[in-house]
């Protein structure tokens, strides 16, 4: 049974900086490539970034460009989201999410299991 559990979510000002980890069981962390996703209240789910199987390539939508880095650690099963100089419109639930493939998609759809999510606020 696949599992992905994200933490590192919580409260930061405006400018500040989180550093988000997912850490997956369940099946074999290097066969996929990794995705995060956020979604705010009454919003559509929006891609924050994805990583591929190795950690060699890496998309980040222009949105987080420049403040959002993604790395990935398969000896501990682990992707990671830093996400800097943070602002109001970053507040959402930030979710993890695997797909079995080389390289993360932007979609959603494409992805075959996903996290809970952690909440991240920005205040201003």
């Known amino acids: 049974q696949v599992q992905l559990v994200e933490s590192g979510g919580g409260l930061v000002q405006v400018g500040g900086s989180l550093r988000l980890s997912c850490v997956s069981s369940g099946h074999t962390f290097s066969d996929y490539a990794m995705g995060w996703f956020r979604q705010a209240p009454g919003k559509e789910r929006q891609f924050v970034g994805s990583?591929?199987?190795?950690?060699?390539?890496?998309l980040i939508p222009d949105s987080v460009k420049g403040r959002a880095t993604i790395s990935r650690d398969n000896a501990k099963n682990t992707v990671y989201l830093q996400m800097d100089n943070l602002k109001p419109e970053d507040t959402a639930v930030y979710f993890c999410?695997?797909?079995?493939?080389?390289?993360?998609?932007?979609?959603?759809?494409?992805?075959?299991?996903w996290g809970q999510g952690t909440q991240v606020t920005v205040s201003a």
């Open positions: 999410a695997a797909e079995l493939s080389s390289y993360g998609s932007r979609w959603h759809w494409d992805y075959d299991y």
């Open positions: 990583i591929s199987w190795n950690g060699d390539s890496t």
